[in-house]
């Protein structure tokens, strides 16, 4: 073991409810170990791993996907204490994100791929809605349960900004866009699934930006079996084999 430093509230503020987020750089990971969960004086621990070549590659770079663990380390790195540096690894990795302004994005494959899940489960959740059926209601309830989640999470992605958990999304909601987490808070209030979908629906009016927009009529979004994603290529196939059917 070579380095160690804490991140998150384990720098802040330790509180009761806290939890202790470690991240220890091997020699080099021969085991092959992510992470271990455990708990440290009675604190819930997120024990992450990682090697001298990570850290190694990492320097090299200028940009990383932002929810990728390259990312996460880049952002944990950035506010760690560091306890247990020998070779000073951390602290020069650590000062060369700080004067390049490592940049972190969001692929355009992953902001695809939420721009499909996202609109899919809309028009899955209404057609649930206005089935008239009860089993589909029931249904309806356990689906919001996600699909609300993952608006959330769709909201930063479509904007390039990496998650970094629900703390940081309520702290950012505060500041830049109240008028969402207001709708968010409307909706957790709900107590009848016509008003969960009035409040679902809004926030899905609200999430998309850029380029990234909800289907309009007449919408042809064809999913390709390599990676499971979409490929606007396959649009012309299936308009000749509508057209020669």
Do not use: C
Not at 15 to 37: H, M, Q, R, W, Y
Not at 77 to 90: Q, W
Not at 122 to 147: H, M, Q, T, V
């Amino acid at each position: 073991m070579k380095e160690i430093f804490t991140t998150g509230t384990s720098v802040s503020k330790l509180t009761p409810a806290s939890d202790l987020d470690l991240i220890v750089i091997l020699d080099k990971n021969s085991e092959g170990i992510k992470s271990v969960f455990t708990t440290i004086g009675n604190h819930f621990s997120d024990v992450f791993f990682f090697d001298v070549d990570f850290l190694n590659q990492l320097s090299k770079k200028r940009e990383v996907l932002g929810n990728t663990f390259d990312g996460m380390f880049v952002a944990w790195l950035s506010t760690s204490e560091i306890a247990y540096d020998t070779e000073h690894l951390l602290r020069n990795l650590k000062e060369k994100i700080a004067a390049s302004h490592f940049t972190q994005k969001v692929s355009d494959v992953e902001k695809t791929d939420v721009w499909v899940k996202t609109n899919y489960n809309f028009i899955a959740n209404s057609r649930y809605y206005n089935a008239g059926d009860k089993l589909y209601r029931r249904a309806l309830e356990l689906r919001l349960l996600y699909s609300v989640s993952e608006l959330i999470t769709a909201y930063f992605s479509f904007r390039g900004m990496p998650w970094r958990g629900e703390k940081a999304a309520v702290r950012y909601f505060e500041e830049h866009d109240k008028k969402f987490l207001e709708t968010f808070r409307k909706y957790s209030a709900s107590g009848s699934l016509e008003k969960k979908m009035k409040y679902y629906r809004a926030l899905f009016a609200k999430v998309f930006f850029g380029t990234y927009r909800r289907w309009e009529k007449g919408f042809i979004v064809p999913i390709s079996n390599v990676g499971n994603r979409f490929d606007p290529g396959l649009r012309r196939f299936w308009s000749e084999l509508i057209g020669g059917a």
